[in-house]
């Protein structure tokens, strides 16, 4: 895998959070904490081209860097997959290349294949930085920041008596894996995954945790619970028998959400199928931080972007 430092050991790029320090990981939320708290940033980006290069859809990912760039007064180009060259055969590797050969030095990049992001940023000039805005199910290392971000907002610096619950569809989910990989290197107490034995992943990315198929038991006691998007697809491929036992087994309402402690918070990435994977009571209820994650991915975007072409 590319590296994601440079030879004297400087973010270069920012591919996945796996591996990655907790110093480093310290650095980044320590600064977008200070973005969240008003700290002046005055253009630290002018004169700087960024693209948002998203070959898959998105709302939060992609506006929400688009607004970081444009807070650090960087000059943005989005990129549209459905009225590009790529309809025409273009690969993701010209793409790229073209539109690094306009001066662009920031890329965002989303991408269905696992690695892709990586493959474009071992091409990279070397003055280009890359920033995986989720690839395949491998990553989605803003969303796993953001997501700290929110939690320690919450709960803490200190995660060593944290118990945190990820729910639903793991397996196919680039955000699990890096919230995984973060809540490990931040020291979580317990992480409890929960879904159907179809949903979960492999041993290896779940090594730690307590792993359970009753959404109820999963929740007793924990002071956050991280849903996920049940990916509709799956339904498709005979994984999930219908959203309505979807529902019934794994759908966080307010009542279930009582097991868990008090002063519980709620997470969910986005985009939320209502009444499927979390219902209206707990999406829009006092335990909710999932707006709030949302305000916080323009400050990690911001950490992200200054720290890689500041
Ligand atoms: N959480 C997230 O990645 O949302 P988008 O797909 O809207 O970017």
Do not use: W
């Not at 940023?121 to 995986?132: F, I, K």
């Not at 931040?186 to 979960?200: H, K, Q, T, Y």
């Not at 036992?245 to 918070?265: S, T």
């Amino acid at each position: 895998m590319t590296d994601q430092f440079d030879a004297s050991g400087r973010l270069r790029h920012l591919l996945t959070l796996d591996g990655l320090p907790r110093a480093a990981l310290d650095a980044l939320l320590d600064r977008a904490q200070a973005m969240v708290d008003g700290d002046e940033v005055n253009a630290r980006l002018a004169g700087t081209a960024v693209c948002t290069l998203f070959f898959e859809p998105s709302t939060r990912t992609r506006l929400s860097f688009q607004r970081a760039s444009q807070r650090l007064g960087a000059d943005v180009l989005g990129f549209d997959a459905s009225t590009s060259s790529t309809t025409k055969g273009e690969t993701a590797l010209d793409t790229f290349r073209n539109i690094e050969a306009m001066g662009v030095r920031g890329f965002v990049v989303r991408h269905a294949d696992d690695g892709a992001v990586a493959a474009l940023a071992a091409a990279a000039a070397p003055g280009s930085a890359l920033v995986n805005a989720g690839d395949g199910r491998s990553a989605h290392p803003t969303q796993g920041l953001l997501d700290m971000l929110s939690l320690r907002q919450a709960k803490g610096r200190d995660f060593s008596g944290l118990k945190v619950a990820i729910v639903g569809d793991v397996r196919h989910s680039r955000v699990a894996r890096s919230d995984l990989q973060a809540l490990r290197t931040l020291g979580a107490g317990e992480i409890r995954v929960c879904g159907p034995a179809a949903l979960l992943p492999d041993a290896q990315t779940l090594a730690g945790c307590v792993v359970s198929h009753d959404l109820d038991d999963a929740l007793e006691g924990v002071d956050a619970v991280m849903m996920l998007r049940l990916q509709r697809e799956r339904m498709v491929e005979g994984l999930v028998d219908s959203l309505e036992d979807y529902h019934r087994d794994y759908g966080l309402d307010a009542r279930r959400l009582a097991r868990a402690a008090a002063a519980a918070v709620v997470l969910h990435p986005g985009p939320m199928n209502r009444g499927v994977e979390i219902d209206d009571d707990v999406a829009d209820g006092p335990q909710s931080l999932i707006l709030r994650q949302v305000a916080n991915g323009v400050a990690v975007r911001m950490a992200v972007l200054e720290t890689l072409l500041g």
